[in-house]
């Protein structure tokens, strides 16, 4: 294991699923059950471990925090803002992907998050982090 003189970020993932229902969008969002921002709404996603890649992150943490799994994620954007998350500097690279109606997807609240549900993009409540940021993005780079 090597030392560093320097101080060294946090690396997290953020998932954006959306799907579409009844010819509106929706994102699939968790409400935080840990501080901070617990009882906020947001995206689903975490700390990358230490022996995993970011895509077998994202995998992990949509699988833990809604039961979601077995969804091609592709990446986005990587998000890195030194004051986007109030616990230290974490730079988070989003990963997303757009479920078909028909494949009727139904995320259960697992790990920590206190609930997981689908809302319409049009009616989103506020949402912890720069979490609102990154579905604009990835609404744009899928062209939603």
């Not at 995998?59 to 998350?85: A, K, M, Y």
């Not at 995320?107 to 982090?129: H, I, Q, R, Y």
Request: aromatic residues 8%; charged residues 25%; proline residues 6%.
């Amino acid at each position: 294991m090597y030392t560093y003189k320097h101080p060294r970020p946090a690396v997290s993932v953020d998932i954006v699923l959306f799907q579409k229902m009844n010819e509106e969008y929706q994102v699939l969002l968790i409400k935080r059950a840990q501080d901070p921002f617990r009882g906020s709404y947001a995206l689903p996603g975490g700390f990358v471990e230490m022996k995993e890649s970011q895509e077998q992150a994202a995998e992990r943490e949509l699988g833990e925090e809604t039961g979601v799994q077995n969804i091609h994620l592709t990446q986005i954007h990587t998000f890195s803002e030194p004051d986007r998350d109030p616990r230290g500097r974490v730079i988070s690279t989003a990963y997303s992907a757009v479920i078909e109606e028909d494949d009727q997807v139904h995320p259960k609240a697992g790990s920590d998050a206190a609930e997981a549900g689908w809302f319409n993009l049009s009616d989103l409540p506020v949402l912890a982090f720069d979490h609102k940021l990154i579905i604009q993005i990835s609404k744009e780079k899928l062209n939603l």
